[in-house]
């Protein structure tokens, strides 16, 4: 396999650009030159992409400037050959062709989507450029007898059905396996109590030759007079064929994504009322999910990718997490909040980043969170008197609704939260049950027997440790702690966590009793 990458310099290229940018996917390397783009596919095969030989590469190379046309015809100019010759590589030549590239005309970096999201500047104007391009295109776009399968139960189910099994060995990693069995439950259900609506869609002919691809990173404004839309799936008819819904929603997704929640509902809204289509806002929520979980499932595939750069990968790990995040709210998943509590030293710290590991939620601990609010290192050690200095009571309401915060923010996004502290006052705890009250609380109540804390502040003081809480300090907390007494018996587990054990399966399993894993 060529490492096109590294083989392609400036002087490969006809012009010899001034500048040459280099990027990188999964399945291509893009080279961006003053004028033009160059587009060279990877010989991969990810079962849903075979580019593994030349002339799948030249075929696939030349459906997508077919295929593109449709929307930008000015912006896709050919599939060129590049050659091997004395001199290295060269770039439409063809002398000796060992690989094919599509030629673009570049777009402007200004006016792409991603950085009009990225700068906080997008507005309905450029929503209703998108949608007066839409709906003409999709009243004209192929349908009937070679499309409208693709709309069928068969092909939604397989379509479903291949995401899952594809993230199989990503379960823990990018998921967790209660999330994952929930999506998948819910997915299952909604086609099987759906099946006379997908036929209805097929019969009224929104099953069409679509986009497949339709997100920000696909679209660019040329001063909010024209938008360009590019970079349709060529390689698999399965994913470009199918509901309009599927298209629509994937954009929306991608605005829910990018945190522009109004102006993903005014592009459904716009588009609904444009083209007619109310049906569409019945599937709305399931193709979100499909398409929140393939953007997931691409993050996934990315990060095993060894010719990209370790950050790159981690990046796109990280990435594949908050798709799945939103696909579990899609799927009427309720994100969970775990608040581990109880006196310092009886191992609750320890309890939650164990079951951070196992759950991928956000651990939000407030050592971290204190020092934070005080300009400190969370590794800065300040031994202060009981309730005193950094742990006054003013500083202590200030750290627990700051926790409070940062969890709101990522339990909107879909991500499970971890509040670790020690929460010995009911007006703490009840806080998060008033300010969280969408989210499901778990109130973890560790508990451990004084001769074991007595001994794990003995090793804390030969090991590092973010903590400054001491023995006296553990004896004052005791004297003060108010008993948990308000929350509901279901909604309170208690661990006694004298024994070095892992008890994070035995929460998990009562947390999670209808979702354990087939």
């Not at 379509?159 to 099994?165: A, D, L, V």
């Not at 509901?243 to 592009?267: G, P, R």
Request: with cysteine; aromatic share 12%; glycine share 4%.
């Amino acid at each position: 396999m060529i490492n096109w990458a590294e083989e392609l310099k400036r002087e490969a290229f006809p012009d010899k650009p001034q500048e040459l940018k280099i990027l990188q996917t999964h399945i291509s390397y893009v080279f961006l030159a003053d004028e033009v783009v160059y587009k060279i596919k990877k010989p991969v095969n990810f079962g849903f992409l075979d580019f593994t030989t030349l002339e799948l590469r030249k075929l696939y190379s030349e459906k997508e400037v077919e295929l593109n046309r449709r929307l930008c015809p000015e912006i896709y100019l050919g599939v060129v050959p590049v050659s091997r010759t004395e001199n290295g590589y060269k770039v439409e030549d063809n002398s000796d062709v060992v690989e094919y590239a599509v030629k673009m005309k570049r777009l402007p970096e200004d006016g792409m989507m991603q950085k009009i999201l990225k700068d906080k500047a997008l507005t309905e104007k450029h929503i209703d450029l998108i949608v007066d391009l839409l709906v003409p295109f999709y009243k004209s776009a192929k349908t009937g007898k070679g499309v409208d399968e693709y709309g069928s139960i068969d092909t939604v189910s397989f379509n479903t059905e291949e995401n899952f099994s594809q993230t199989e060995s990503f379960v823990g990693i990018a998921l967790n396996k209660w999330r994952y069995n929930e999506i998948v439950s819910w997915t299952r259900n909604f086609i099987k109590e759906n099946r006379a609506l997908f036929e209805t869609r097929i019969k009224e002919g929104f099953i069409r030759e679509g986009h497949g691809d339709l997100y920000s990173a696909n679209i660019c404004f040329d001063n909010l007079k024209k938008v360009y839309i590019f970079d349709c799936i060529e390689f698999n008819e399965r994913f470009r064929c199918g509901d309009v819904a599927s298209d629509i929603a994937f954009l929306s997704m991608d605005l829910d994504f990018h945190s522009y929640k109004k102006l993903s509902e005014y592009f459904v809204k716009t588009y609904v009322e444009k083209a007619g289509d109310g049906d569409l806002l019945k599937l709305l929520n399931f193709y979100k999910c499909y398409r929140a979980y393939v953007r997931g499932k691409i993050g996934c595939f990315t990060s095993e990718d060894t010719a990209l750069s370790e950050e790159t990968r981690q990046s796109a790990l990280q990435e594949s997490r908050r798709y799945f995040d939103l696909a579990y709210i899609y799927a009427d998943g309720k994100p969970k909040v775990f608040v581990v509590f109880g006196l310092s030293g009886t191992g609750k710290s320890t309890f939650a980043r164990a079951l951070a590991q196992k759950t991928l939620a956000e651990w939000i601990a407030s050592d971290i969170v204190r020092k934070s609010l005080v300009g400190i290192a969370p590794t800065e050690h300040h031994y202060e008197p009981f309730e005193k200095g950094i742990y006054s009571k003013e500083i202590t309401e200030k750290t627990y609704m700051k926790m409070i915060e940062i969890a709101r923010e990522h339990l909107l996004r879909g991500r499970d939260v971890i509040l670790d502290a020690t929460f010995r006052e009911r007006v703490f705890r009840q806080a998060v049950s008033r300010e969280l009250n969408f989210a499901e609380i778990y109130f973890i109540w560790c508990t451990a027997e004084d001769s074991v804390v007595k001994e794990r502040f003995m090793k804390r003081k030969e090991a590092e440790d973010i903590s400054d809480a001491r023995w006296e300090i553990y004896l004052a907390q005791k004297r003060k702690f108010e008993p948990p007494d308000e929350i509901e018996g279901e909604r309170l587990i208690r661990v006694d966590t004298s024994e070095f054990k892992d008890l994070t399966e035995i929460v998990l399993k009562r947390i999670y009793a209808d979702f354990l894993p087939q």
